[in-house]
């Protein structure tokens, strides 16, 4: 069977991790089956729909490496099919208006509240030969849900679910100003695309069951239903826009890789035997959603970073340099072709022990910034002998003639000796004087970054 999955965010903010997420498994599971993957944005919500947020998602998704299928879908341009097939539903006798005035549903909800039940709709208007039609009342449209036997969905991950028809209310599909609700736009699109699989958080369960009974009542194909656990925040709690962490916009501006963020979101409640690191191919190949667990997730940013240095640490230097060429051009400033060279040709010790691109960004102030400053507490290490030791070394540094380790090393060597001291006496003042600081790369691998010119100013200012 050919496979057309789909990723339905609203444009009503940036896009959650746990959007990301579901995002991921419907484009995996296409891409393995040799399916389509398609993009709807439904933007119905006209009030809080931002085109700022449309386009945030769709680059987001792209930057991680989600691409759909043509052009992105937008379900505000198909109001009119929906609202057709609600006339349609109608006239079938699996709808009706309802008259009720807000006050008469303020009223059965609070009836409902003070004996401690849910609110469902009493369904007043389902059968209204002997009611008189209010005047002056825009009607909503609902759905005749079935009222009597139970209603299955053999769900891809969570199993056989069987509920209750009983337990279903007459859910509204047309608003009183004629615009389609939820329930009734995304079952409507999702037989328009022939969407034959629906992958989403099993907080959708319900709709799920509210939908299937459209298809049924539309004498549509029913596509397959996989509802995924939720993501939970290291707290425990169900995971919120207010959470730190929680848009992908978060984990950008701190430097994490795509292609380590997509690895851990793959493996936030899926798994394949015991293997933790995926390329993008693997992940195709190996994806199923009988490796998808049915409890919650747990967020946790430690193995976010941990998966980051990992990729950090074993990807090409010339792959990592434009990933921090990405990142540095967006949010931090931009460096000309000089400190470029040196950045690419440092980027195999800069990286050492960073977890993020904004540990790369730190470690390479150095070479990035003109000028450098000595904090307080490593100015006082800069003692007289610390003095002497530096200007001996930039005597003896200048007769070097090819640099490299092999030539610099009988230089520290020897100053160690006449001093009788150890490779700190000699190393730390001058990464003190070339870097700022007492702490940061290897001193050898601090001065061949540097151009000779800019290693013999740095010294010679202290």
Request: aromatic share 10%; hydrophobic share 35%.
């Amino acid at each position: 069977m050919s496979f057309n999955c789909r990723f339905a965010p609203s444009p009503t903010g940036p896009l959650h991790i746990g959007g990301v997420r579901t995002a991921l498994f419907n484009w995996l599971l296409a891409k393995k089956n040799k399916g389509k993957y398609f993009l709807r944005i439904e933007d119905t919500d006209r009030e809080r729909s931002k085109d700022e947020f449309k386009n945030q998602i769709i680059s987001s998704l792209a930057w991680l490496g989600i691409k759909h299928d043509g052009a992105e879908y937008i379900q505000s341009k198909n109001i009119d099919k929906h609202v057709a097939i609600a006339e349609e539903l109608i006239k079938k006798g699996f709808a009706y208006p309802c008259y009720c005035s807000e006050e008469e549903i303020n009223e059965q909800k609070a009836k409902c509240k003070k004996q401690g039940m849910p609110y469902v709709y009493n369904r007043k208007w389902r059968d209204a030969e002997d009611l008189e039609i209010p005047k002056d009342v825009k009607p909503v449209i609902r759905f005749k849900s079935k009222i009597s036997g139970n209603t299955i969905i053999k769900d891809l991950v969570q199993g056989e679910r069987n509920i209750s028809n009983s337990t279903i209310e007459d859910f509204v599909i047309l608003r009183k100003d004629k615009s389609p609700t939820y329930q009734l736009s995304a079952t409507v699109d999702d037989h328009e695309m022939k969407i034959t699989h629906v992958i989403r958080g099993d907080d959708h369960m319900i709709n799920s069951f509210k939908q299937k009974q459209i298809y049924d009542a539309m004498g549509w194909v029913v596509p397959h239903f996989a509802h995924i656990p939720l993501i939970h925040s290291e707290q425990g709690k169900k995971l919120s826009k207010r959470d730190n962490a929680s848009t992908l916009e978060d984990y950008i501006k701190i430097g994490i890789i795509s292609d380590a963020l997509r690895n851990y979101l793959l493996r936030l409640g899926w798994s394949y035997k015991d293997k933790e690191i995926f390329t993008k191919q693997e992940s195709i190949d190996l994806f199923d959603l009988s490796g998808v667990g049915k409890s919650p997730s747990k967020l946790d940013m430690a193995r976010i970073l941990s998966i980051n240095e990992t990729y950090i640490k074993n990807i090409d230097e010339k792959e990592l340099f434009k990933f921090f060429q990405e990142y540095i051009s967006k949010y931090k400033s931009s460096i000309d072709g000089e400190k470029k060279s040196a950045l690419i040709k440092s980027m195999s010790f800069l990286k050492n022990k960073a977890k993020t691109l904004e540990d790369i960004w730190i470690n390479s102030q150095y070479i990035i910034k003109d000028s450098i400053e000595i904090g307080t507490d490593d100015k006082k290490l800069l003692d007289d002998l610390s003095k002497t030791i530096i200007k001996e070394f930039i005597i003896e540094y200048e007769k070097v003639s090819s640099l490299s380790r092999e030539s610099l090393e009988p230089v520290i060597k020897s100053l160690i000796e006449k001093h009788k001291t150890n490779f700190k006496g000699v190393g730390q003042p001058l990464r003190i004087a070339l870097v700022g600081s007492r702490f940061g790369p290897g001193l050898y691998d601090v001065i061949l970054s540097l151009n000779k010119a800019e290693v013999v100013k740095r010294l010679k200012q202290i």
